[in-house]
């Protein structure tokens, strides 16, 4: 943590080397990724900083109606039902994603009945943990 006491999260790679990232921020806040590219920036960063550090990445989010919706990759995210959505999320954490943030525009469903469905479906089934408490098993 900085002297002013706020977080410092690098987006992508800020014209800097991975290590002088690793070094000076408090976490990695990276684009979007296939969970193939995902697994390998999360090692990436694990081991530039011992496990010590987050990473974090925002997701374009379409929530499907339909609960039982297959999960669908669209440009800087996905589209997906909420049970799809709770795997694909699983297996993020288990990747090494400590924190997603959602972008919930455009959809065809109004934000309040996604942000319910997503308060009361999942986020529950996700424990808030310690960053340096992050899964990070490198599959």
Same mark, same amino acid.
């Given at each position: 943590m900085h002297r002013a006491g706020i977080p410092i999260a690098v987006a992508g790679g800020a014209q800097q080397t991975p290590d002088w990232i690793a070094e000076h921020a408090d976490a990695s806040l990276n684009y979007p990724r296939e969970l193939g590219a995902l697994r390998l920036k999360t090692r990436e960063w694990r081991e530039?900083?011992?496990?010590?550090?987050p990473? &974090?990445?925002p997701m374009l989010l379409t929530l499907q109606?339909? /609960?039982d919706a /297959?999960? +669908?990759p669209i440009r800087l995210g996905l589209s997906t039902g909420r049970k799809a959505l709770v795997e +694909? &999320?699983?297996t993020m954490a288990d990747l090494g994603v400590a924190h997603v943030s959602f972008s919930l525009? /455009?959809?065809d469903r109004p934000v309040d009945e996604l942000l +319910?469905?997503?308060a009361e479906e999942v986020l529950p089934?996700?424990?808030a943990a310690p960053v340096h408490a992050a899964r990070g098993s490198a599959r």
């Open positions: 530039s900083t011992d496990g010590r550090k990473y &974090l990445t109606d339909d /609960p /297959p999960a +669908h +694909h &999320l699983e525009r /455009p959809n +319910h469905e997503l089934r996700f424990a």
